[in-house]
Nanobody, 113 residues
């Protein structure tokens, strides 16, 4: 069974940084197209960043230049380095294999002024 476990969220001040991790299991990871999504209270889940199996990335305009998605195929892991955090970055962050219906439990990121 596919399992996705996100971690690394927390409470951080504006301008701070967090590094989110997602560990995947039960799936072929090496060539998977992975994404980080987030969902703020009362908002729809939105794509934040994606990375292909070979490392090509793209980002939502709102996070471009501040966030970096990366992966370590040996660890079945995808990461999201978040710098210069803003209050609008607050939400639950999810790791997601693109084109699937698989989601983890998410990890809460709260950015306070």
């Amino acid at each position: 069974q596919v399992q996705l476990v996100e971690s690394g969220g927390g409470l951080v001040q504006v301008g701070g940084s967090l590094r989110l991790s997602c560990i995947a299991s039960g799936m072929v990871f090496k060539f998977s197209h992975m994404g980080w999504y987030r969902q703020a209270p009362g908002e729809e889940r939105e794509s934040v960043a994606t990375i292909t199996g070979i490392g090509s990335t793209n980002y939502a305009t709102s996070v471009k230049g501040r966030f970096t998605i990366s992966r370590d195929n040996a660890k079945n892991a995808v990461y999201l380095q978040m710098n210069n955090l803003k209050p609008e970055d607050t939400g639950v962050y999810f790791c997601h294999p693109m084109g699937t219906q698989f989601w983890g439990q998410g990890t809460q990121v709260t950015v306070s002024s």
